[in-house]
T-cell receptor, first 114, second 115 residues
Framework: NAGVTQTPKFRILKIGQSMTLQCTQDMNHNYMYWYRQDPGMGLKLIYYSVGAGITDKGEVPNGYNVSRSTTEDFPLRLELAAPSQTSVYFC?????????????FGPGTRLTVL | GNSVTQMEGPVTLSEEAFLTINCTYTATGYPSLFWYVQYPGEGLQLLLK?????DKGSNKGFEATYRKETTSFHLEKGSVQVSDSAVYFCALRSSGQGGSEKLVFGKGTKLTVNP
């Protein structure tokens, strides 16, 4: 089991460029999440998905888009990169939305927008 | 809304010292409480959790007790090791249908243990 994998690990973008952060999980989890982690701050939820074809906004969705065509993959799209999107991005997954269910995290993508 | 407040870091200890990282929360209903750990260059991983009042979560020598009366979930370890150096996040997950997807995180506390 690879768990949750993310690519790339690092990326530098220029203002206005676009990119897709990839996330794949091999645990057959229904629920997947995208978080961003700013320096000295906790993680904030960007988008989440409760299953293939179903996505919903989290706390900080502006400037991002997601899709979920398969159970395994949950890519995050930045259309017009801005310096405020410089952050570390984490993808996570869980089996269900149960209160005690653990979320499994990927290793993160460090994005810098210049 | 729901929120988590944890002690500011960084925290620097010598090996075998006692560790406490304070965490308090604000939430409606009966949230579940978690401690996640992030080792350098890695993603977060679950350290321990508690799903109801007075539950004690424990793992790898770490413990935390869900105290509803003080809305706290303090992390403790009796004797830290250099390998415990990491960032520790307290988090909660609400019990309501409208928010149970979300983990709400504290800002994290960086722990450095020196030999």
């Amino acid at each position: 089991n690879a768990g949750v994998t993310q690519t790339p690990k690092f990326r530098i973008l220029k203002i206005g460029q676009s990119m897709t952060l990839q996330c794949t999980q091999d645990m057959n989890h229904n629920y997947m999440y995208w978080y961003r982690q700013d320096p000295g701050m906790g993680l904030k939820l960007i988008y989440y998905s409760v299953g293939a074809g179903i996505t919903d906004k989290g706390e900080v969705p502006n400037g991002y888009n997601v899709s979920r065509s398969t159970t395994e993959d949950f890519p995050l799209r930045l259309e017009l990169a801005a310096p405020s999107q410089t952050s570390v991005y984490f993808c996570a997954s869980s089996y269900s939305r149960g209160r005690g269910d653990e979320q499994f995290f990927g290793p993160g993508t460090r994005l810098t927008v210049l | 809304g729901n929120s988590v407040t944890q002690m500011e870091g960084p925290v620097t200890l010598s090996e075998e010292a006692f560790l406490t990282i304070n965490c308090t929360y604000t939430a409606t209903g009966y949230p579940s409480l978690f401690w996640y750990v992030q080792y350098p260059g890695e993603g977060l991983q679950l350290l321990l959790k508690a799903t109801k009042a007075d539950d004690k979560g424990s793992n790898k020598g770490f413990e935390a007790t869900y105290r509803k009366e003080t809305t706290s979930f303090h992390l403790e370890k009796g004797s830290v090791q250099v390998s415990d150096s990491a960032v520790y996040f307290c988090a909660l997950r609400s019990s309501g249908q409208g928010g149970s997807e979300k983990l709400v995180f504290g800002k994290g506390t960086k722990l450095t243990v020196n030999p």
